[in-house]
């Protein structure tokens, strides 16, 4: 029971980084090709250079936190599976 408890606050916080990593890399995405529209929406505070950096930053936390966030599901469910045949064998 605690251990779902767990399961489900990791796989929130998961969700959760994934969708602020997939904004902000979005966002610094269109400060790239379209700066003349992001800058002034920004306020000025995400140029082209700027947005360039943070976008290149993201790419590896983007895919890992992809990867995990994908694969996470599966990986539980396959451990719970074998988990539960074990608890059989030995009852």
């Known amino acids: 029971m605690a251990g779902d408890v ?10 959760y980084m994934l969708l602020i990593v997939t904004l ?5 995405g269109l400060g790239i090709t379209q700066y003349q529209i992001v800058e002034p929406f920004t306020l000025g505070l995400l140029n082209r250079n700027l947005a360039f950096r943070i976008h290149d930053f993201l790419l ?3 895919v ?14 396959a451990y719970s599976h074998f988990k539960n045949r074990q608890h059989v064998q030995h009852s």
């Open 60 to 62: 590896a936390p983007f």
């Open 64 to 77: 890992l936190l992809l990867l995990v966030h994908v694969l996470l599901g599966p990986f539980t469910r």
């Open 6 to 15: 767990v399961q489900g606050a990791v796989k929130a916080a998961i969700r």
């Open 24 to 28: 902000v890399y979005l966002v610094s």
